[in-house]
């Protein structure tokens, strides 16, 4: 193990890249305890020591975020702005066929889509910055427990020139983390986004597993730690299975040289939706809170409607039945949705034609788009049960453990971390196979 660290540093690039890269998440986490303007750090921090963190609207942007919503830093938005533009676009290719058209490009298509990527992570950086400044201008950012003094006092000055600096400031860190995140990509190791989610989500477990010792005792942290290295190790076994649909190519002649004649595979994964439909399905089950949050009962002393006493007490607490039956079926329908976006059968059939590739057994054509239209759909099912069940892990451990939502493992954190770090692995083992003919493990 220390010959194998010790050959990564003594790579000159591979060196620097890493090095790089941790200067980079570096001012990334510097940035995330660095208050935005007339925020009231005092009340904030002794709010957050009184409620212990959020549950409901802001918990997932608070855990991609690495906890600097609640701390309404500069950086409070964290990735989730560009990882929603991310996802928009790619949905978009099913709506607007100039989407699609320079999906299909290559290159040149790709970096125009990554520009309007971009454009619309600010717009939704502008968006969800004035939503959280209101928030927490209102004092129901933590909730419940909005009840305590400090957090109904969050911001030192509320005129609107304060408050439009603050949208500026969380806008510009927004910006800021984007291309930071493309920095570590050009010239790091690993996907910059992906990293910088990956250590927002790290940065959390600490202190989730010490709420959980201190709560709870020795005993149960100990048998805590058990149950997460049994849940990685299985995440890790899923993630990596795949369904290998053989491929084999008819020879060519070219003149007077020979192409094709090789044998392949498609790789179809158990799980290709990968977190998108944990995300998908906690913000659409958000929607129902936030419906409440504007019709609440006036201070005449009015009931609340029965609708709104019915949500509340079913879908906003993660430990309800009917909670997680809902959620666990979206996940579920999210997955099959997802996957039939990103994997088209016919356009897989249609290449394969073309390049005179075929899967023994099968004719090519249509019959080779319903063969593999068959085997995806046994394929996701199995990986939408896995989706939802791991999705459900912190919900369980918030009915037994007493852990908050943010359960380090469980939901889309173990999914991030197992994912972007078994790639970041990968990548620095390729690196290290062309230098030096050998990589991280022999």
């Not at 603050?166 to 992906?194: D, H, K, Q, Y």
Request: overall charge positive.
């Amino acid at each position: 193990m220390f010959q194998v660290i010790g050959r990564i540093f003594r790579t000159p690039d591979l060196r620097r890249k890493i090095a790089f890269t941790i200067a980079i998440i570096a001012v990334f986490r510097l940035g995330s305890f660095i208050p935005a303007p007339f925020v009231d750090y005092r009340n904030v921090q002794q709010c957050l020591a009184g409620a212990g963190g959020t549950q409901g609207l802001y918990e997932l942007v608070n855990l991609f975020s690495g906890g600097a919503l609640l701390q309404l830093s500069i950086f409070a938005l964290g990735i989730m702005p560009y990882i929603t533009a991310a996802i928009i676009t790619q949905l978009l290719r099913v709506v607007i066929p100039h989407f699609e058209t320079l999906h299909k490009e290559g290159q040149t298509g790709q970096a125009k889509l990554t520009q309007y990527t971009r454009y619309m992570t600010i717009g939704l950086a502008l968006l969800q910055s004035t939503t959280l400044i209101t928030v927490a201008r209102s004092g129901a950012l933590f909730g419940a427990n909005s009840g305590v003094a400090a957090c109904n006092q969050l911001l030192a000055n509320d005129s609107w020139y304060a408050i439009m600096l603050m949208v500026i400031t969380m806008t510009a860190g927004t910006g800021l983390i984007m291309w930071m995140g493309e920095m570590i990509t050009e010239r790091g190791v690993g996907n910059g986004m992906s990293l910088l989610i990956f250590v927002s989500i790290a940065a959390t477990f600490p202190g989730s597993l010490w709420a959980i010792g201190q709560s709870e005792g020795f005993e149960i942290f100990a048998g805590v730690l058990i149950i997460g290295l049994v849940i990685m190790a299985l995440v890790v076994f899923v993630e990596q299975s795949q369904r290998r649909v053989p491929v084999q190519y008819a020879k060519r002649m070219v003149g007077r040289r020979t192409f094709g004649g090789t044998n392949t595979y498609i790789p179809i994964k158990v799980n290709m939706a990968g977190v998108v439909p944990v995300i998908f399905a906690s913000s659409l089950l958000y929607l129902p809170a936030l419906l409440t949050q504007f019709n609440q009962p006036g201070a005449g002393g009015e009931q609340a409607s029965e609708w709104v006493v019915w949500i509340q007490n079913n879908f906003t607490s993660g430990d309800n039945p009917l909670y997680m039956l809902v959620y666990f079926l979206l996940i579920v329908g999210f997955t099959f949705f997802y996957v039939a976006i990103t994997f088209n059968p016919e356009e897989v059939a249609d290449n394969m034609k073309k390049y005179g590739g075929f899967i023994p057994g099968i004719r090519a054509g249509r019959p080779t788009a319903e063969y593999l239209d068959y085997v995806l759909t046994r394929i996701t099912f199995p990986g939408s049960l896995y989706l939802g069940l791991v999705a459900l892990i912190p919900l369980i451990a918030l009915a037994t453990v007493n852990a908050n939502q943010n359960f380090p493992f469980g939901g889309a954190s173990i999914l991030i971390i197992v994912g972007v770090g078994l790639d970041t692995v990968k990548q620095i083992d390729s690196q290290l196979q062309q230098r030096h003919y050998e990589g991280l493990l022999k």
